[in-house]
């Protein structure tokens, strides 16, 4: 299993970003997949989560309204558009599978949103 999370960068206040995690090894279409972040000393974070066939999917109060998780099962990627970034979003974003009893993670990708 390999989880490579890309889009990253830094942004100021107000803006926008959308994150790619591309999957491999495993068959991705009957897979969940989930995005989380971790913040300088603060826990681990999950941030949105989506089902196999992207018809269901579930955020975290902070994030609502602002971000979207969306999959392309063709392509073997989940993303993660941000809108209206804000400095409490700054964080190391991780991309998540959970497969056969066993969590799997990618290198995860910064994002710093900073005027």
């Known amino acids: 299993v390999e989880l490579v999370e890309s889009g990253g960068g830094l942004v100021q206040p107000g803006g926008s970003l959308r994150l790619s995690c591309a999957a491999s090894?495993?068959?991705?279409?009957?897979?969940?997949m989930t995005w989380y972040r971790q913040a300088p000393g603060k826990e681990r974070e999950l941030v949105a989560s989506?089902?196999?066939?992207?018809?269901?999917?579930d955020y975290v109060d902070s994030v609502k309204g602002r971000f979207t998780i969306s999959r392309d099962n063709a392509k073997n990627t989940v993303y993660l558009q941000m809108n209206s970034l804000q400095p409490e979003d700054t964080a190391v974003y991780l991309c998540h599978v959970y497969r056969n009893g066993a969590d799997y993670w990618g290198q995860g990708t910064q994002v710093t949103v900073s005027s």
């Open positions: 989506i089902s196999s066939i992207g018809d269901n999917t």
């Open positions: 090894g495993f068959t991705f279409r009957r897979y969940a």
